[in-house]
Structures are given as structure tokens and as C-alpha cells.
């Protein structure tokens, strides 16, 4: 009996190149990938937001469709003043207006910033943080912050008297990962950040709990179901775990979305190999007493499920449950327990173990990925 695929939809893009900000339907959302942004300065060089000296630090774009507004210069006035303590949390500072390169900005040509102002007349990046309002022009004062990796962090609004203040919270907040610190022997295994939303891990957890409550023997699926089934999963003699398999397409749509755009790409930069392909998603609860034998597994070694290249698990609710770590025995001693809606994926070739939890219930999405080779 053969596992059930699905193509991905949409293609992942194979350039790695700087482009133009492209024009983009709908706004970004944490944890999106930005895509390429250029823009000119003042001083008439490019600035590619994406390009190796830039690239790999938290990215600040304080957004000013109205530059010489008195709310804007006040803005840029407490970014100037907070300029230190974020470039010392390892953040690069961008102002973006609508102006032309050489315009003249008004008050803020006098305020001696100590970060670069870029052009955008023709609001692309505005636009594509969801700046816009009733007319083409964009509306609104908000400043995003893109991750290292170039993934939108946050977007802060309006709301915010003092957005500088709130973005070095965010940045400092999340400052322990950036710290430099000498390795040991570690698994070849990619985590990325904010691959699903708090909503998004709430929905999926509420559907596991309020749908697909038909039970079927354990085993590689049933091809007569066509709804949401759960299934016990005795790996090793474990009794501690229920799948959800995912029928409804619907929400598989909507998780495959969500890979396609925050996570396949990352497993191409890092690992050189296209995702096309998934088996149907599970989400996995873990409860109670362990059983079976302790050691881990790999997740290709039957030929029914050889074609499988890389792992995925995504952890729906990390601040209720202890315990449910992830090891990898072959590369150290390590415990990997990602945040909230963060995506770990890992070769499928590589023995790995999901301890046992010993408070609360986890939940989490398992997916399998793979492509034409």
C-alpha cells in the first residue's frame, strides 16, 4: 500500500539574487520571508537589504510615507536616540520614505541621522507591510523588524507612541540567540522561527480536539478514509501518543501555505534540495506514560516510506508541557525543544528520539517533505 503525496502548491523561487522589492498581492505576515528589497539611498548607492554585509542582523525599516510630517520627525528623533543601544543589540537601521532620491525632506535634512534614509517613490514597501489606505498612497507611520534570516519579526503600528522603544524590546528580547558561543557536536538539524502563528498552533490544536474523533487501527493510514481520523502510533512499544491525520483539505491547504512560504525555502538555502511534495500532515499529541523501548528512530528505512528526504516538527503549545525534547544520540547529548509555532526539520536519514513528556500534553505538527529526487 502506497503513502498518499501531495505536490506542494506554488513554486519556490531558485534565484538567491537581489531584485527590486516585486509587487505582492498580500501583506506580510510575521514570519514571512521578506523578499529582496533595493532601494536607493541619498547618497545615490543601493541598499540591498538581503546582500552579505547586511544580511544576518536584526534589519529596522522605519517606514515615513510622510517625511516632514512634526509625527515623523518625532519618530526619527527617538530612533536617533535610541540609535546605540539598537545597533549594539545587533540591528541595522533604515528610514524609507515615498520622496525621490535627491528631494528635499524638510525638517529631517537637518536632523543628522545616523542611519541612512532610502527612496521608495513608488511605495512597493509600503505596500507590501500593508501600509495603504483608502487611496494609492500609503498611510500610517510603522516600523518592521526583519529577523536575521529575513523573515518579518514584528510590524509595529500606529498604536505605538514610542516605536523605537518597543522595537528594542522586541530585538533585546530575542537577544540570547544572537550571543556568540563556541559549539560542540551538534545534529545538521534547521530551526526557523515563527513558521506558525500563536493563532495558527491554536487552530490546529482545536481541531484536533473537536475533529477527526474516528479511531483506526495502527498503521500507514487507511486509503477508504476520507475525513480526519486518529490513529494510535506504537513506535518501539510506545503507548504515549495519538496522530491526527489531516484529510480535510481545507486545512491542508493552509499548513502547506504556511511551509511553502516560511520554511521550504529555508531547506533549500541551507540544504541545496527543492521541496515538492508532503505526505499527509499529522498532528501529534503526547501524553502520559511512555512505554516501550527508550531509543530513537529514523523515518525512512521501510521502502513504503524511502522517498522521504527531510522531517518536520513544529511544536503547537512548548509553554504547557515539560519534557518532549528532541535528541539526536548520534551527534551529542543536545535537547532541542523550539518555541511555539518554530519549525525544527532534519534529514529523515538521521536517528532522532522525542523524550518522554512528564507534565501536561504536547501537541505537534509532523510532516514529511520530499521532491523529484
Known sequence: MAIPTIPIPGNVSDSGRSQPVAK?????????????????ARDGTVVAIDSDDIAGNYIVLVLCPDIGSPKTVSALKHFKGRFDTLVSAGAKL?????????????PVEKMDLPFPILSDPEGRTFHLFGLSGSSSKPAGFSTAIIRPNQHLMALIGNAEKDQSITAAAIISSDAENRQMQQMTRHPPALIVPDVLSRQDCD???????????????????????????KMRIPDKGRNDRIDHWVMNEETSNFIAGRLQARLTPEIQKAFQYRITRFERFRIGCYEGERGGEAHGHRDNTLPLVAHRRFAVSINLNSE?????????PEYGGHLYRP???????????????????????????????????
Not at 490546529?204 to 475525513?227: A, R
Not at 528520539?353 to 510532516?367: C, D, K, M, N, Q
Open 24 to 40: 505582492r498581492v498580500d501583506p506580510l505576515s510575521v514570519g514571512d520571508i521578506v523578499p529582496p528589497i533595493r532601494l536607493p
Open 94 to 106: 533604515f528610514a524609507i520614505c515615498l520622496t525621490q532620491p535627491q528631494a528635499a525632506l524638510g
Open 203 to 229: 487552530r490546529l490544536i482545536t481541531i484536533y480536539t473537536l475533529q477527526g474523533n474516528v479511531f483506526v487501527e495502527p498503521s500507514h493510514g487507511s486509503k477508504n478514509m476520507t475525513g480526519d481520523y
Open 320 to 328: 504547557q508541557f515539560e519534557g518532549g525534547e528532541l535528541r539526536f
Open 339 to 373: 518555541e511555539t509555532g518554530a519549525a525544527i526539520a532534519f534529514s529523515s536519514s538521521i536517528l532522532h528520539e522525542p523524550l518522554h513528556v512528564t507534565s501536561g500534553r504536547r501537541y505537534v505538527l509532523l510532516a514529511f517533505l520530499f521532491g523529484e529526487h
